[in-house]
T-cell receptor, first 116, second 109 residues
Framework: GAVVSQHPSWVICKSGTSVKIECRSL??????MFWYRQFPKQSLMLMAT?????????EQGVEKDKFLINHASLTLSTLTVTSAHPEDSSFYIC????????????FGSGTRLTVV | GQNIDQPTEMTATEGAIVQINCTYQ??????LFWYQQHAGEAPTFLSY??LDGLEEKGRFSSFLSRSDSYGYLLLQELQMKDSASYLC??????????WGAGTKLIIKP
């Protein structure tokens, strides 16, 4: 089945630094990538939607200059948290939708970000 | 606005059956998903319904009634490993995925 590889699984960084999270679709082409954030005991919150080769569409309240998304190829999308602060500590998950147009959404394994 | 309603928490006994309901109010409908999420992990796909009726997949079954904007996930022969959150999600007319808040299922011996 479709697999999305997400790295790193967890990261601890100092306040003010930037962190890059990668999601790669291993055996299919991901035309659309969704980036979610999930705080403890809460549901997934969509941050942005990116289509290959175009700018990401951010949800209301999500700072596009802080959460940089790049979807340069059909198999790779990255989320960079710039100038991270402790309130950015969360579980970040990507989800890819394939080119076949089916309704399968494949999730990455998630990245636990802790900003100290 | 768009909304997905599902119970916050349910408790069941090992070996029993539990039904997790999901009702939705969305702009259009293109399918209903169920995902399982263990604490600290990403969601994993369980089922997808786009037509009315029951789809059975081993111990897990999923039901959809589009006229009632309602679906449910049925878990049979519950095992301790089934303790997790179960997320209901609906694809709207713009093919956006709308997520419920999840139902935390607690299995007791």
């Amino acid at each position: 089945g479709a697999v999305v590889s997400q790295h790193p699984s967890w990261v601890i960084c100092k306040s003010g630094t930037s962190v890059k999270i990668e999601c790669r679709s291993l055996d299919f082409q991901a035309t659309t990538m969704f980036w979610y954030r999930q705080f403890p005991k809460q549901s997934l919150m969509l941050m942005a939607t990116s289509n290959e080769g175009s700018k990401a569409t951010y949800e209301q309240g999500v700072e596009k200059d802080k959460f940089l998304i790049n979807h340069a190829s059909l198999t790779l999308s990255t989320l960079t948290v710039t100038s991270a602060h402790p309130e950015d500590s969360s579980f970040y998950i990507c989800s890819a939708k394939g080119v076949q147009g089916d309704y399968g959404y494949t999730f990455g394994s998630g990245t636990r970000l802790t900003v100290v | 606005g768009q909304n997905i309603d599902q119970p916050t928490e349910m408790t069941a006994t090992e070996g029993a059956i539990v039904q997790i309901n999901c009702t939705y109010q969305t702009s259009g409908f293109n399918g209903l998903f169920w995902y399982q999420q263990h604490a600290g992990e990403a969601p994993t796909f369980l089922s997808y319904n786009v037509l009315d009726g029951l789809e059975e997949k081993g111990r897990f079954s999923s039901f959809l009634s589009r006229s009632d904007s309602y679906g449910y996930l049925l878990l049979q022969e519950l095992q301790m490993k089934d303790s997790a959150s179960y997320l209901c999600a609906v694809i709207d007319s713009n093919y956006q995925l709308i997520w419920g808040a999840g139902t935390k299922l607690i299995i007791k011996p």
